[in-house]
T-cell receptor, first 111, second 113 residues
């Protein structure tokens, strides 16, 4: 069965600094990979997704992620973090029947 | 506007009572899902349905039940058998049966008092 690991529970970065959130997955075939963002008490919003093709995918709000098959990773990056990026971020892997989410990484942005 | 509507947003339940959370989508999506989210934790799959009149258990189905009588509706009942029902519940849907983007509702907070 597919699974997702987000090793960092909580990350704090300064506004303007770069960001990388880690995601590792386990899946027997080529996975469908997603990053979602959640503000407190709200649903999840899709940031970006990878299905096939170019391994570097661009998303909304200036985010990008790179699929690395050899490392089973799909890390999320942003070159310059804004205070409004503070939220919970979830990596997910989809297969034939359902989708599995990681435990999430909470991002705090310092002024 | 197209989207996924969950109701109620906040719900209080006494111990021993069943409660039903509503989820309606007008996106014409085939698949629908229910997830549970506990504070500081990720999403755990309760049930999912890929077609009308059919659904499958997820990882934590015990104490929950669902129905899928219509394509646009996928209500979740939290029964008295669920030992720790206080949580944030998220409904989601997806076009097709697999491999596409999942879209989420705004969630429902259930508190057992």
């Amino acid at each position: 069965a597919q699974s997702v690991t987000q090793p960092d529970i909580h990350i704090t970065v300064s506004e303007g600094a770069s960001l990388e959130l880690r995601c590792n997955y386990s899946y027997g075939a080529t996975p469908y990979l997603f990053w979602y963002v959640q503000s407190p008490g709200q649903g999840l919003q899709l940031l970006l997704k990878y299905f096939s093709g170019d391994t570097l995918v661009q998303g909304i709000k200036g985010f990008e992620a790179e699929f690395k098959r050899s490392q089973s990773s799909f890390n999320l990056r942003k070159p310059s973090v804004h205070w409004s990026d503070a939220a919970e971020y979830f990596c997910a892997v989809g297969g034939n029947n359902d989708m599995r989410f990681g435990a999430g990484t909470r991002l705090t942005v310092k002024p | 506007d197209g989207g996924i509507t969950q109701s109620p947003k906040y719900l209080f339940r006494k111990e021993g009572q069943n409660v039903t959370l509503s989820c309606e989508q007008n996106l014409n999506h085939d698949a629908m899902y229910w997830y549970r989210q506990d504070p500081g934790q990720g999403l755990r799959l309760i049930y999912y349905s890929q077609i009308v009149n059919d659904f499958q258990k997820g990882d934590i189905a015990e104490g929950y039940s669902v129905s899928r009588e219509k394509k646009e509706s996928f209500p979740l009942t939290v029964t008295s058998a669920q030992k720790n029902p206080t949580a944030f519940y998220l409904c989601a849907s997806m076009v097709g049966k697999s491999g596409n983007t999942i879209y989420f509702g705004e969630g429902s907070w259930l508190t057992v008092v």
